[in-house]
């Protein structure tokens, strides 16, 4: 049982362009959702959050944008650089009062000079 | 600050065998988890810690795996006895308390089991 899903496992974009990476969740009792960002044998590093109160959260070039009508959650980078190249996971938590996160699979995003 | 530090980084196994792995979260963070990372997978969790008791260990295969934190600090992780199956990255996280849901992890420990 999947309930947060990333779809697409890859992404390429061009230097200076938006990349878009999507996800998707079942459970409408997650309150809170984060993106985190995995280079080559290193752990995840967090990336920006979104309560499930707001409908939009920015941080310089990352903005996470959330549709709860449709269980929807989207990262924008703009513009992205070729340093942005790395695996993207979408964690989602709000189950239990424990801090659980439950991970998608992760999309591999590859950024070309 | 320094980060979550986790050892060893890699090791390899012959199925039937035991390992464990070790981990010591940032100073002062009550929350200790270890993730379970199957290549091509997400992280999934395997037994979060408050301080040194088990809040959720629901996803534990503990007819092989147990794991403690007797201090309430560092943490082992064991594996006894591995199946090919358990080929993953096994990631430590720590937070300051369970309601701060950003958690910062380690670098993991891959382990193959052949």
């Known amino acids: 049982d999947q309930q947060v899903k990333q779809n697409s496992p890859s992404l390429s974009v061009q230097e200076g362009r938006i990349s878009i990476l999507n996800c998707d969740y079942t459970n409408s009792m997650f309150d809170y959702f984060l993106w985190y960002k995995k280079y080559p044998a290193e752990g995840p590093t967090f990336l920006i959050s979104i309560s499930s109160i707001k409908d939009k959260n920015e941080d310089g070039r990352f903005t996470v944008f959330l549709n709860k009508s449709a269980k929807h959650l989207s990262l924008h980078i703009v513009p992205s650089q070729p340093g942005d190249s790395a695996v993207y996971f979408c964690a989602a938590s709000g189950l239990s009062n424990t801090g659980k996160l439950i991970f998608g699979q992760g999309t591999t995003l590859q950024v070309k000079p | 600050e320094a980060g979550v530090a986790q050892s060893p980084r890699y090791k390899i196994i012959e199925k039937r065998q035991s390992v464990a792995f070790w981990c010591n979260p940032i100073s002062g963070h009550a929350t200790l988890y270890w993730y379970q990372q199957i290549l091509g997978q997400g992280p999934k969790l395997l037994i979060q810690f408050q301080n040194n008791g088990v809040v959720d260990d629901s996803q534990l295969p503990k007819d092989r795996f147990s794991a403690e934190r007797l201090k309430g600090v560092d943490s082992t992780l064991k594996i006894q006895p591995a199946k090919l199956e358990d080929s993953a990255v096994y990631l430590c996280?720590?937070?300051?308390?369970?309601?701060?849901?950003?958690?910062?992890f380690g670098p993991g420990t891959r382990l193959t089991v052949l």
């Open positions: 996280a720590s937070s300051l308390d369970p309601g701060l849901r950003e958690q910062f």
